[in-house]
């Protein structure tokens, strides 16, 4: 990537993308220069990648939004509407976006925790949302994602409490796929991205397209979604491709 990133690191490796928050002396706490960042790598990442990985710098994911920023700053409004623009940006990115959570995963890095499609989180990852211990609300989606992640019982437990809770309680919630030890995050994430990377990027974008559009609809009409887009899938190449390796005994090979 030949842009400058002064809050993040941003690559591609392999049809891989990496964004990685990257000022880990405030727990890759967020300000407006890192959210604005965070959109512009999601948009130029989700044209190039087979996958996107988020992930903090050093030992931590992220400790929500800067509150020396958030007290300081004279736009408030365009710092909130921002922080949405940019998680918004990981559910509308047609391409799977897989984050990797360690130590601090708190307020709004929980916020953008439930926005990434697929969670691996270390088994002593500390997550919650700390909004309430501090006066605050939530601004950048958890009052309204992770409700419709956990419900409404555990999503208000934790919301008014501010209560923590580990990786692993995260998996039994629903929360994260899975939970490693410490030292096997990193390369359980890049073993699942290469995984995905492998396969064919139209079916996974295809996937991902049926269940956002079919989360909100009558489950009818969303079957209904999924028999068309079978239907017009199975004539693409890469399935037909998927198929002659099948009855051939070999590995396929994707567009």
Aim: charged residues 25%; proline residues 4%.
């Amino acid at each position: 990537m030949d842009a400058v990133w002064e809050c993040l690191r941003v690559s591609i490796d392999q049809k891989i993308g990496h964004i990685v928050l990257n000022r880990p002396e405030v727990f890759n706490a967020l300000n407006y220069k890192a959210v604005h960042e965070f959109e512009r790598a999601v948009r130029e990442l989700e044209g190039q990648s087979k996958v996107i990985l988020v992930e903090g710098a050093g030992d931590h994911f992220c400790a929500g939004a800067d509150l020396r920023y958030l007290a300081e700053t004279t736009n408030l409004r365009e710092f909130i509407e921002q922080i949405n623009r940019a998680f918004s940006s990981l559910e509308q990115a047609p391409v799977p976006v897989v984050a990797l959570v360690q130590g601090y995963a708190l307020a709004g890095g929980f916020e953008l925790m439930q926005a990434c499609d697929v969670v691996i989180a270390a088994e002593n990852a500390v997550i919650g949302d700390q909004h309430a211990n501090v006066g605050l609300i939530p601004g950048g989606g958890g009052s309204q994602r992770l409700p419709r992640l956990v419900g409404r019982q555990r999503a208000l437990a934790l919301l008014l409490s501010g209560e923590r809770i580990t990786g692993r309680d995260a998996v039994s919630w629903g929360l994260a796929y899975k939970s490693v030890p410490p030292g096997e995050l990193k390369a359980e994430g890049t073993r699942l991205a290469q995984e995905l990377a492998a396969k064919s990027s139209g079916a996974l974008r295809a996937m991902k397209h049926l269940v956002d559009r079919g989360a909100d609809r009558p489950l009818k009409d969303a079957i209904d979604l999924e028999v068309e887009t079978f239907l017009e899938w199975i004539q693409n190449s890469d399935a037909q491709q998927g198929l002659r390796a099948f009855r051939e005994k070999r590995a396929p090979e994707f567009s």
